[in-house]
């Protein structure tokens, strides 16, 4: 292993929240006030909009969504729009790509690569398609990616569709994606799964991709 990862595990966590939870601890890492942070937590739902989104992507507008439920939010990273809602998990890397071949592309196929493998260690196939970021099962997309890297620290990063309601992704154009059928780890398995298992084989996935040794933590205090 080439160093270490410290992975925080959050719960349900509000997109704001967890934002600025991001800008704390890239700011921190920046500063070398800590090493490179896994967070893995779940967000209320939540449609995020990516810097180059365009209004179609949510077509019914802003306050029919949030009259479902769903919070509509502007962010800073890559891609477009996508959904966040319980079940599905998300994993935020703050890194220092300077220790990951300083290649944003490069640190991209590998988050996709984590995500094949910790599905292939859940029993369900997925590959990537030529052209599109993220990870998919035949042509159904299970995983989706979005950074925002600044000075060389990343925040943002992967979601994973393992038990959250798909029915949202149908009232947008997800990832920009038109006609585009997303699934997720239970509907592939045809019953509910252990997110918290799913989690763990991540951060396996993560460890070996990156070569990087987890350090799980209680508190993300200095």
Not at 121 to 150: D, N, P, Q
Request: include cysteine.
């Amino acid at each position: 292993m080439s160093g270490e990862i410290l992975v925080a595990r959050r719960g349900l966590v509000p997109y704001e929240e967890a934002r600025e939870l991001q800008q704390t601890l890239a700011a921190r890492r920046r500063r070398g006030e800590t090493g490179d942070v896994l967070l893995l937590l779940e967000h209320p739902p939540v449609y995020t909009r990516g810097r180059r989104s365009k209004p179609e992507e949510l077509p019914m507008g802003a306050a029919w969504y949030e009259a479902q439920g769903i919070e509509v939010r502007d962010t800073d990273r890559g891609g477009l729009v996508t959904y966040h809602g319980p079940g599905q998990l998300v994993a935020y890397p703050i890194v220092d790509l300077r220790g990951y071949g300083d290649d944003v592309h490069r640190y991209v196929r590998g988050l996709e690569r984590t995500m094949i493998a910790a599905l292939a260690e859940a029993g369900v196939r997925a590959s990537t398609i030529e052209g599109l970021t993220g990870v998919w099962v035949g042509t159904r997309k299970i995983g989706s990616i979005g950074l925002h890297v600044s000075r060389g620290i990343t925040t943002h990063g992967l979601a994973v569709n393992v038990n959250n309601d798909l029915q949202p992704f149908e009232w947008v154009v997800p990832c920009g994606i038109e006609g585009v059928s997303m699934t997720s780890l239970s509907r592939e398995l045809g019953a509910e799964q252990d997110l918290n298992a799913f989690a763990d084989a991540l951060v396996a996935a993560y460890s070996e991709v990156f070569a990087r040794a987890p350090v799980e933590v209680a508190s993300l205090a200095a």
